[in-house]
């Protein structure tokens, strides 16, 4: 018998051991549960913990690849994709999926125009106009399936240059963005113009709402004003939304919904041509695991519509809070009029004394809070949810120490760090 090299063991470990070592391996890992982290993690506390668990345990093992041998699974899909187009005011012809991600669901999107624009216009060099302010997942989208990207430019207030994306209209353009809200400064895009114009020339129109599909619903509904962004729009062919941010279950949850069958059959993939048999699949996954997807039906049903009000609720006041603090903190500001979970900290360019929020963010890590550094311009991103209550005081003591601290200093390394490789 040869041996292997010796990483792996040739004989087991003791199960306790092998997961006191996951432990410890942990031990540098974001405080989420602490509260200190804003995005990445978003917490809805034990006892939506406690539900997620359970029905994760119970769906550890099943396999969503074939919803006929796997029939809840099937059904907990359709339902979510219900129970999610319904708060998105979609017609009862809208029909969708569940995903991995919001970059999955957005990569279906991508597909999804690009085989619409050519089996109904007879297009075959697509082209798509996303702005900068659009999540990386679009261009990942475009370069995975062949689609030119034409990136346009974001006004004053970050929201998408509607004119911009206008004048980059050619009759090969088969999507066109906007997000509700975008990530960087968390502004909603216009969308009711940028469906007009999609839908002009027979085009698709999707609208990102990864980060905000389970929120801006419960904003509205706890009297807010929330801009128009969903079905309501009659251009709107296509809506992401993760169920694993702001809808509090754990990670793998996201909804893609079209207007109608017919716009999701683009989405799909089916074959009949080889010696295994039929496959049909509805997005990027074959083997496809019914963990997050129970977990996600089952949070939104303990949940219910007061749980997420609830929330929504806590997540508004203490996004609320940390906006007035870093407005009153001299040397750094709120990027753009956003009102809802996400808050972008940049340095104040009008103060006396401008703050480096590199800097900034370096010295609140140490105090064990998590910001992901974004740019450009430099800043600090923050998705607050409702995880972040509890602490909200905390940090802004931290804060107003920190930013002390820091002072006139600035850091060398001016790297951000949304995603990274290893
Ligand atoms: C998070 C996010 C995505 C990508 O979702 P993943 O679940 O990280 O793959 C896409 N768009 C927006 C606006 C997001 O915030």
């Not at 699974?73 to 919001?102: K, M, N, R, Y």
């Not at 059959?265 to 997807?293: E, I």
């Not at 972040?388 to 002072?407: C, K, T, Y």
């Amino acid at each position: 018998m040869t041996e292997l090299s010796g990483h792996l063991h040739q004989q087991g470990r003791p199960a306790a051991e092998v997961l006191s070592e996951l432990r410890e391996k942990r031990t540098h890992d974001a405080r989420w549960q602490d509260g200190r982290t804003f995005g990445l993690v978003y917490d809805g506390g034990a006892e939506v913990h406690a539900v997620a668990e359970k029905a994760a345990m119970m769906y550890l093992h099943e396999n969503a690849l074939n919803p006929r041998a796997f029939p809840s699974l099937g059904s907990i899909q359709s339902e979510v994709c219900q129970w999610t187009a319904e708060l998105f005011h979609g017609p009862d012809t809208s029909a969708g999926f569940l995903t991995s991600g919001g970059t999955e669901s957005l990569l279906c999107a991508v597909k999804a125009a690009r085989e619409r624009g050519k089996a109904e216009r007879g297009i075959t060099k697509p082209q798509m106009i996303v702005p900068e302010s659009a999540h990386a997942a679009f261009h990942k989208g475009a370069h995975y399936f062949g689609l030119e990207l034409v990136k346009t430019p974001v006004r004053t207030d970050w929201t998408a240059n509607v004119e911009a994306m206008a004048d980059a209209m050619t009759p090969n353009t088969v999507l066109m963005v906007g997000s509700a809200p975008q990530y960087p400064q968390g502004v909603i895009d216009d969308i009711p113009a940028i469906a007009a114009l999609a839908s002009e020339i027979g085009a698709s129109c999707h609208v990102d709402a990864c980060i905000g599909g389970f929120v801006l619903p419960f904003v509205e509904l706890v009297g807010r004003d929330v801009t128009p962004w969903d079905f309501q729009i009659e251009g709107v062919t296509s809506i992401s939304a993760d169920i694993h941010k702001l809808g509090y279950s754990p990670k793998g949850a996201s909804v893609i919904l079209h207007r109608t069958k017919q716009l999701r059959s683009y989405q799909t993939f089916v074959f009949d041509d080889w010696l295994g048999g039929f496959y049909a699949s509805p997005n990027m996954q074959g083997t496809r695991s019914g963990l997050p997807m129970a977990a996600a039906w089952a949070v939104i049903q303990y949940l219910g519509v007061d749980g997420y009000i609830d929330l929504t609720t806590q997540m508004l006041g203490a996004a609320d809070k940390m906006r007035a603090a870093i407005s009153a903190t001299e040397g750094i500001r709120v990027l753009g009029d956003a009102d809802y979970h996400i808050i972008a900290t940049s340095s104040d360019p009008e103060a006396k004394h401008p703050i480096d929020v590199f800097a900034l963010g370096n010295a609140l890590g140490e105090l064990g809070w998590h910001f992901d550094r974004q740019g450009p311009p430099d800043s600090l991103h923050a998705t607050v949810s409702a995880g972040n209550a509890a602490a909200v005081d905390q940090f802004i003591a931290d804060l107003g120490q920190s930013a002390e601290q820091v002072g006139a200093s600035r850091v060398e390394d001016r790297s951000t760090s949304y995603a990274t490789l290893e």
